[in-house]
Structure formats: structure tokens, C-alpha cells
């Protein structure tokens, strides 16, 4: 059961946003323009969505080595320079993500402290708030997750995991 978590947890979330996101507006296009009436709370359960599915997202790319990266120079070291570069990048964009983690916290704890809600859904902003938190949290346990794959690699000397390549 946790394989199958480990393994499919993001594309499941992003599955679900996703849909959320394409019904709704599906839905509120065809309010407003057949019957000439629309909510807020389409417009913001839309954004929301859409904020939840980009952090989302963010961690999914970190776990298959999907963001956009300049690997010129990948092509010019030896394989154990590469695994060194690439523990290198992870330690850096943990340290970055564990940062923008402690001070996502800032925004929820002062929308929890005067209850601010939101203006359609008349839900507490906190819940929309936490996507970043939230985000930043599944992108340091792919990364640490990265880091062991790649240390034991390189200990064992196979290649380092580079993750898919769009074009090659």
C-alpha cells in the first residue's frame, strides 16, 4: 500500500484537481454564456484548483527529474562528476525548499490568527493557503528520497538517475 503511495500519490492529487479544475470551468462557461449567469465561487474553486495542481505538480517534477534544467555540462564530466552535481543540485534545492517551507508558514499562521476567509466559498483561507506549505513539504520528501537513490548510486557506482528526457 505505501509502494503504491509512494509510487502514484501526486498523480493521483493531480488527477483530482485537475478534473476539479476542467468540470468547473466547463460548468461555469456554459452558466455564463447560456444562461447568462455566473458565481464567484466557480472563478475561485478554478484558482484554487489550479494553485493546488502547479505545487503539486512542482513535487511530482522533483521525483521524476522533470523541471528544466541546462545539462550542457552533464554531457562533459564522468558519470561520478555527474552524480556529484546532481547530489550538489538536490542539497541546494533542499535547503531552498526547507527555507520557502518555514516561511510559507508566515501567511497560513496570519490567515488562522483573523480567520480570514474566502469571499465565494466562505471557506477559511487557510485551507487555500497550505498548498504552498504543502507543496514545499512533498518536494523535500521527493528530494530526500532523491538524495538516497543518488548517494547509494554513486557509492555503488551505477549511473545517477536523470529522469526522463523530453528531446534528445
Known amino acids: ?4 503511495l509512494d509510487k502514484n500519490a501526486e498523480r493521483w492529487a493531480l488527477l ?14 456554459i452558466r455564463r454564456e447560456v444562461f447568462s449567469y455566473s458565481s464567484i465561487w466557480g472563478e475561485e474553486i478554478v484558482r484554487y484548483s489550479f494553485i493546488y495542481l ?10 521524476e527529474r522533470g ?16 552524480s556529484l552535481l546532481y547530489i ?6 533542499l535547503i531552498i525548499a526547507m527555507l520557502a517551507f518555514w516561511w510559507s508558514f508566515e501567511t497560513v499562521a496570519v ?7 474566502s469571499h465565494g ?4 483561507m487557510v485551507w487555500f493557503l497550505m498548498a504552498v506549505p504543502l ?10 528520497q532523491s538524495l538516497i537513490r543518488d548517494v547509494s548510486d554513486f557509492r555503488s557506482g551505477r549511473p545517477v538517475y536523470e529522469g526522463e528526457r523530453l528531446f534528445d
Open 54 to 63: 502547479a505545487w503539486i505538480g512542482a513535487a511530482a517534477a522533483v521525483r
Open 16 to 29: 483530482v484537481f485537475y478534473t476539479l479544475l476542467v468540470v468547473t470551468m466547463a460548468v461555469e462557461v
Open 88 to 93: 550538489f543540485g538536490d542539497l541546494v534545492m
Open 67 to 82: 523541471h528544466i534544467r541546462i545539462d550542457v555540462l552533464f554531457n562533459y564530466v564522468s558519470p561520478r562528476v555527474k
Open 121 to 124: 466559498l466562505r471557506v477559511s
Open 1 to 4: 500500500m505505501l509502494k503504491a
Open 111 to 117: 490567515s488562522w490568527k483573523f480567520g480570514s476567509v
Open 135 to 144: 507543496g514545499f513539504a512533498l518536494m523535500m520528501l521527493r528530494l530526500v
